[in-house]
């Protein structure tokens, strides 16, 4: 009689513990499918280029507008570059097939304004203007960091934080040539599509770091 109640207990201490094995696995398994649908909804989340765009660099562009540049003036210097992109649907930026160059000769104090699309430069126009002030070029030398580089930059920096809020807005893209205190930068801003909210990123187009916005 007790060896049958011995192994009555056996049967049922085995069965307990098998039970919780099972409910460890249950548990564990719950926990990694949490996971796995946590990372799934956060890589849902991140916002890329879109890859169906035929798009140039603005580099890339830069060697089209200034071959036709210096064709217009020999002294023809690079002063500021422009790009628009927009979300074409959630988590995915399109635009930026069109970059407008602008050169300065200091010999005839105009300005030259050009478009490149694709592999195309063209011409857009050549604007007389009188300088009241000096004119600074960028050291191409300093630029080190591409557009594209740039565009990720802002919206790692909560560029693609105002996107989910904003999607319908604008981002635009900008090469501003280096103040007397500071140097080369990327200006990345998105504007929504009423003007109302505006978000920018200023990225040192040379180290590719981040520069932090002074506090009004």
């Given at each position: 009689?007790?060896?049958?109640?011995?192994?009555?207990i056996?049967?049922?201490?085995?069965?307990?513990?098998?039970?919780?094995?099972?409910?460890v696995?249950?548990?564990?398994?719950?926990?990694?499918?949490?996971?796995?649908?946590?990372?799934?909804?956060?890589?849902?989340?991140i916002?890329?280029?879109?890859?169906?765009?035929?798009?140039?660099?603005?580099?890339?562009?830069?060697?089209?507008?200034?071959?036709?540049?210096?064709?217009?003036?020999?002294?023809?210097?690079?002063?500021?570059a422009?790009?628009?992109?927009?979300?074409?649907?959630?988590?995915?930026?399109?635009?930026?097939?069109?970059?407008?160059?602008?050169?300065?000769?200091?010999s005839?104090?105009?300005l030259?304004?050009?478009?490149?699309?694709?592999?195309?430069?063209?011409?857009?126009?050549?604007?007389?203007r009188?300088?009241?002030?000096?004119?600074?070029?960028?050291?191409?030398?300093?630029?080190?960091?591409?557009?594209?580089?740039?565009?990720?930059?802002?919206?790692?920096?909560?560029?693609?934080?105002?996107?989910?809020?904003?999607?319908?807005?604008a981002?635009?893209?900008?090469?501003?040539p280096?103040?007397?205190?500071?140097?080369?930068?990327?200006l990345?801003?998105?504007?929504?599509?009423?003007?109302?909210?505006v978000?920018?990123?200023?990225?040192?187009?040379?180290?590719?770091?981040v520069?932090?916005?002074?506090?009004?």
């Amino acid at each position: 009689m007790r060896k049958l109640m011995s192994r009555k207990i056996q049967v049922a201490v085995i069965v307990i513990l098998g039970l919780i094995v099972v409910g460890v696995y249950v548990m564990l398994g719950g926990l990694l499918l949490t996971g796995r649908g946590t990372q799934a909804s956060r890589r849902s989340y991140i916002t890329y280029l879109d890859p169906g765009v035929q798009r140039v660099s603005a580099r890339q562009a830069y060697a089209q507008a200034q071959t036709l540049a210096q064709k217009w003036q020999a002294d023809a210097q690079l002063v500021g570059a422009r790009a628009s992109f927009r979300q074409e649907k959630p988590g995915v930026i399109g635009g930026g097939q069109t970059w407008s160059f602008q050169f300065f000769s200091p010999s005839t104090s105009q300005l030259y304004l050009l478009s490149v699309q694709g592999k195309q430069a063209q011409a857009e126009s050549a604007v007389e203007r009188r300088v009241h002030a000096e004119v600074t070029s960028v050291e191409v030398a300093q630029w080190q960091v591409d557009s594209e580089e740039a565009l990720l930059f802002f919206l790692s920096h909560g560029g693609e934080e105002f996107l989910r809020k904003h999607p319908e807005a604008a981002i635009n893209l900008q090469l501003v040539p280096p103040k007397k205190d500071g140097g080369l930068i990327w200006l990345a801003s998105g504007v929504s599509q009423a003007g109302r909210a505006v978000f920018f990123v200023q990225i040192d187009a040379q180290t590719g770091s981040v520069i932090p916005q002074e506090s009004s």
